[in-house]
């Protein structure tokens, strides 16, 4: 019964990381690209790490994939904001059909601005 | 008294890697901790230790699966978004507000938009978000905290404020 979860959460973890991939290469700029890959890589890696605890059952392997899954959680989006954040900063526009940028308008007067 | 919470915490976290409790072990975490401690705990945000105040702990706990429904909700969003061969993104940086002041707080609703669907944080200044949003849906600041941040702030301002 525990395998057959594990084996489910193993298939949906992967799914997930591969259309996290297909998402890197087709969406427009690094924003976007940006958002494919935080999201469906962390929840793809998380269910993968997640089966492992369905395959060994309790014990020191997988609790050491249970403390990776916290610390995916809390770096993935730490990293992608940093990222996106010094790409703005670093003067990379967004793509040319984007409806708005705020962060722009608000950093008009900026002196670091390139 | 903070010292010391910091040291059982990083020593909890020690003793869950390695899972043995043989001397060397527990030496080297001792020392580890010690030097981790002294090296980072000036950053490290006290606020931190009340979520283990019971009430607080009961919303983590609810937070916790809104904030699961909300990532796998976005990861079906993603599929869609990258299998449709229309493309169907309309991306732009939108900016919100948030009412949460304490550090931790915003730590989590920051990282709580960045996995939810179509959303990632790119800056924080003062009181305003500014948001990649990869589906605009208007351009107005306070449609747009309704939209994007409500929902989380509602329970984060019961755990961490």
Not at chain 1, 36 to 65: E, Q
């Amino acid at each position: 019964m525990s395998e057959t979860i594990g084996y489910i959460l193993l298939t949906v973890g992967i799914v997930f990381d591969v259309l996290g991939c297909i998402g890197l290469v087709r969406l427009p700029d690094v924003y976007n690209r940006l958002q494919a890959g935080t999201k469906c890589v962390t929840l793809g890696t998380a269910a993968i790490l997640l089966s492992v605890l369905f395959f060994t059952g309790f014990n020191a392997i997988s609790v050491k994939a249970l403390l990776c899954i916290w610390f995916i959680l809390i770096t993935s989006p730490t990293a992608a904001h940093a990222i996106s954040r010094a790409a703005h900063r670093s003067g990379i526009r967004l793509w040319k059909g984007s409806v708005l940028d705020r962060y722009a308008e608000d950093r008009e007067g900026a002196e670091d601005k390139p | 008294m903070k010292r010391f919470i910091h040291f059982f915490i990083i020593m909890t976290v020690w003793l869950l890697l390695t899972w043995s409790l043989n001397w060397q072990e527990l030496l080297v975490g001792v020392l580890v901790a010690l030097f981790a401690e002294l090296l980072l705990g000036d950053i490290f945000p006290i606020e931190g230790v009340r979520i283990f105040h019971p009430r607080r702990f009961f919303w983590l706990i609810v937070y916790f699966w809104v904030f699961l429904w909300a990532m796998i909700r976005s990861n079906f969003d993603v599929a869609y978004r990258v299998l449709n061969i229309y493309l169907p993104i309309n991306p732009g940086i939108v900016k919100v507000r948030t009412k949460l002041t304490s550090d931790m707080g915003r730590t989590f609703l920051a990282n709580s938009i960045t996995l939810t669907p179509g959303t990632m944080t790119v800056d924080m200044i003062g009181d305003h978000l500014y948001i990649h949003w990869i589906n605009v849906q208007s351009p107005d600041i306070q449609k747009d905290t309704e939209i994007i941040v409500r929902h989380f702030e509602r329970i984060l301002e019961r755990i961490f404020e």
